[in-house]
């Protein structure tokens, strides 16, 4: 065990995370993300490292895909006349 789990697990209180917690939720996060979820099913289990790594990207990349599509909604809303403009902000919100 390492020093930093040894730490942990003296801990008391509701912050406390069993490692079988920390197991379940990077098996969760490997479920739900497309490029591991679905390539190394078969070729076994992959590292809890590897795991995060990918879900630091996917997050990255679904964010720079929100500010992608914000911005295309923005240079949309520009060229339309302000009733399709309002339309369209009303079906938004």
């Given amino acids: ?6 730490r942990s697990s003296r801990q ?3 912050s ?3 490692e079988d917690q920390i197991d379940d939720l990077v098996l969760q996060l490997h ?9 190394n099913r078969r070729s076994g289990k992959v590292s809890a490292s ?3 790594q990918e879900t630091c990207t996917y ?3 679904l964010n720079k895909e929100v500010d992608d599509l914000s911005e295309r ?7 339309t006349d302000s009733a399709q403009a309002a339309l ?3 079906l938004l919100m």
């Fill in 88 to 90: 369209i902000r009303s």
């Fill in 1 to 6: 065990m390492s020093s930093r789990r040894s």
């Fill in 31 to 39: 479920r739900l993300l497309p490029e591991l979820g679905n390539n």
């Fill in 73 to 79: 909604l923005s240079q949309l809303l520009e060229s």
């Fill in 16 to 18: 406390m995370i069993s």
């Fill in 12 to 14: 008391t209180g509701a």
């Fill in 59 to 61: 997050i990255r990349n």
């Fill in 50 to 52: 590897k795991v995060l």
